[in-house]
């Protein structure tokens, strides 16, 4: 055997694991299917610009040890996420903060916010929410559901919130401070310079060979690694042959402007249900901060996201992490199991909503049991 390791996919996990591997003294292949690395994170220039290609990415974590690591490839900026929602022109602050309450009902105190809540939950009769509209009442009453959740969600998920698992909505933090950070993270940040790059120095001095389908080549390749770490979806690997898990795809609709400040921020939210895009990232505002004013390039890049129902030959990006996948993603682990020579990780892989850090940590911990040597026990979520 040529190599010790076969990584199937070039991302976060798969150039995680390759990194270590390689640093214990592996011998390490990494394939990937398209033509770059990076999977989604990837990040592209464009008019000076690194536009995130496939969806906005913000890394954020409480794992000071997951930052230690991820540092080492990239030095991060100070970008603190703070998108703002607009409701058919209405805007808002998010996540739900007390700028929101204000703007919503004219309360001004942490207890006339709180009490508009209750009495709203009340009113609704929810005491144990079971689907994400209950959840969602449950936490910020039902204002706030109509104008800012029910229409963004059923677009981004293309299923009605009481058919959705109520974890997604738990994502967001709700406040009764002014505090618009979107994460509750110690650490975050965009790298300098952008993803792409980030991954090609976690990809260093490691054989890539990107355009190469696994899936395709499986036996010739299975041929030449001791083991496969296999992160791209689990079904596809599996010829689907117990049916397809379900996903959604996203379409983007990438412009070049010829004006410096488009919206003002990288990310507005279009949260109603009519407008058929789920938001509009402006990409500079995630590198030069808020206080460049835009004035340094005279231009600038938007991306419009249209959210749609993933069918096989489409990007996968979000699996639909209800019952009756989580049922189907359980059959397939029983078989990934059985597959002694192949590991699978990853969004794809695990069949996992993943943020980046978790991603990362999921990769150390398996790096670690796989090699064996320095614990680093990173896999606490952000
Ligand atoms: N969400 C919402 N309104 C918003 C933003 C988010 O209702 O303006 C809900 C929606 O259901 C979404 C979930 O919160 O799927 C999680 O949002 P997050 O921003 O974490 O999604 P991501 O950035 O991963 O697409």
């Known amino acids: 055997m040529k190599y010790d390791y076969l990584v199937a996919g070039a991302g976060l996990f798969g150039a995680v694991f390759a990194r270590q591997a390689k640093d214990a003294g592996k011998r390490v292949l990494v394939i990937e299917r398209r033509n770059h690395i990076a999977g989604n994170v990837y990040t592209e220039e464009i008019e000076g610009i690194q536009v995130h290609r496939y969806g906005a990415h913000i890394f954020h974590t409480n794992s000071r040890r997951v930052f230690d690591y991820i540092s080492r490839f990239a030095e991060f900026n100070r970008f603190t996420n703070s998108p703002v929602a607009n409701y058919h022109g209405e805007l808002y602050s ?28 009340e009113a609704a009769g929810i005491t144990h929410p079971k689907n994400l509209e209950e959840q969602a009442i449950s936490l910020v009453g039902t204002d706030i559901y109509e104008k800012l959740i029910k229409g963004y969600t059923q677009k981004q ?170 049922k189907l993603y359980e059959r397939y682990r029983e078989l990934a199991q059985k597959e002694r020579r192949v590991i699978f990780g990853g969004r794809l892989g695990e069949y996992r909503y993943y943020d980046m850090d978790a991603v990362i940590g999921a990769a150390l911990t398996l790096a670690d049991s796989e090699i064996g040597g320095r614990r680093t026990d990173c896999g606490e979520r952000g």
């Open 94 to 121: 998010l996540p739900f903060n007390m700028y929101t309450f204000n703007k919503m009902w004219g309360v001004v105190t942490p207890e006339e916010a709180a009490a508009k809540i209750a009495e709203q939950r």
């Open 157 to 326: 998920w293309g299923r009605p919130c009481t058919e959705l698992p109520a974890f997604i909505i738990r994502r967001l933090p709700v406040r009764l401070t002014f505090d618009n950070n979107y994460f509750n993270a110690r650490y975050q940040g965009i790298p300098i310079g952008g993803y792409t790059k980030l991954v090609e120095n976690l990809l260093a001095g490691i054989e890539v060979r990107t355009g190469v389908d696994y899936l395709k080549q499986k036996s010739e390749l299975d041929a030449e690694a001791e083991k496969v770490i296999f992160t791209g979806p689990i079904d596809e690997y599996f010829g689907y042959s117990l049916g397809a898990l379900q996903y959604r795809s996203v379409r983007f609709e990438t412009e070049v402007l010829d004006k410096p400040n488009f919206q003002g921020n990288a990310a507005v939210n279009y949260t109603d249900g009519e407008t058929p895009w789920t938001r509009i990232i402006e990409h500079k505002w995630f590198e030069f901060g808020k206080d460049a004013e835009g004035n340094d390039l005279p231009k600038t890049v938007i991306s419009r996201e249209y959210s749609s129902e993933w069918k096989i030959g489409d990007e996968p990006y979000y699996p639909v992490n209800d019952e009756r996948n989580g």
